[in-house]
């Protein structure tokens, strides 16, 4: 059974410190993305990848955020340095040339 | 652009229909339907193209208003297992900008 792989499950880190998430996308998938949800603002795309090229990151903030796909089978997005407000879930999802979204289960995220 | 869903919240019966809808101020290329559990990652339903028909699959149903820009969910007769948080995700250009923006989601709270 085929699916996105997100670690860690869950992170609780100071403010100021380095966060890295990664995503296995499921085989075979040439579109990646990262989305990040909170109550107040739901679902908001950071970026996308296609081909493990990055095709669009306008969502994210540019100064602490940082989005990349090493190879096929690995995204990963890193925040530096992390902030309270950056608490939130974030979510991996693949798709077969978009036609659509497998979300991984999320990376609870809490900046103490 | 984030397109806009209506109504926020919905509380129904078991066996009761609702609808659900989404709607953008930008030409779209097509509109994708997400339902999430409490805790889950956001799990796909339909997607419904340009020119396409109108999809389904047992009791859940949407359409695609090209000319309005609007897209309708039904779900028909509702089940407990319907509950959830619906996100309508729009992509607006095929070639040049196709990334899915999603809305802010409608919850669905049915009793028994």
């Known amino acids: 059974d085929a699916r996105v792989t997100q670690t860690p499950r869950h992170k609780v880190t100071e403010m100021g410190q380095e966060v890295t998430m990664r995503c296995q996308p499921i085989?075979?998938?040439?579109?990646v993305f990262w989305y990040r949800q909170t109550m107040m603002q739901g679902l908001e795309l950071l970026a996308y990848?296609?081909?493990?090229?990055?095709?669009?990151d306008s969502g994210m903030p540019k100064d602490r955020f940082s989005a990349e796909m090493p190879d096929a089978t690995l995204a990963t997005l890193k925040i530096q340095p992390s902030e309270p407000r950056d608490s939130a879930v974030y979510f991996c999802?693949?798709?077969?040339?978009?036609?659509?979204?497998?979300f991984g289960q999320g990376t609870r995220l809490t900046v103490v | 652009q984030q397109p806009v869903q209506s109504p926020q919240a919905v509380i129904l019966r078991e066996g009761e229909d609702a609808v659900i809808n989404c709607s953008s101020s930008?030409?779209?290329?097509?509109v994708h339907w997400y339902r999430q559990k409490h805790g889950e990652a956001p799990v796909f339903l339909m997607i419904?193209?340009?020119?396409?028909e109108q999809k389904g699959h047992e009791k859940i149903s949407a359409s695609f208003n090209e000319k309005k820009q609007q897209s309708s969910l039904y779900l028909t007769a509702s089940q407990l297992s319907y509950s959830g948080t619906y996100f309508c995700?729009?992509?607006?250009?095929?070639?040049?900008?196709?990334?899915?923006?999603f809305g802010k989601g409608t919850r669905l709270h049915i009793l028994p």
């Open positions: 990848f296609r081909n493990r090229a990055p095709l669009d």
């Open positions: 995700g729009t992509e607006q250009d095929r070639n040049r900008d196709d990334k899915i923006i």
């Open positions: 930008k030409a779209l290329y097509s």
């Open positions: 419904l193209l340009k020119g396409g």
């Open positions: 085989l075979g998938h040439n579109t």
């Open positions: 999802a693949s798709g077969p040339d978009r036609a659509e979204a497998f």
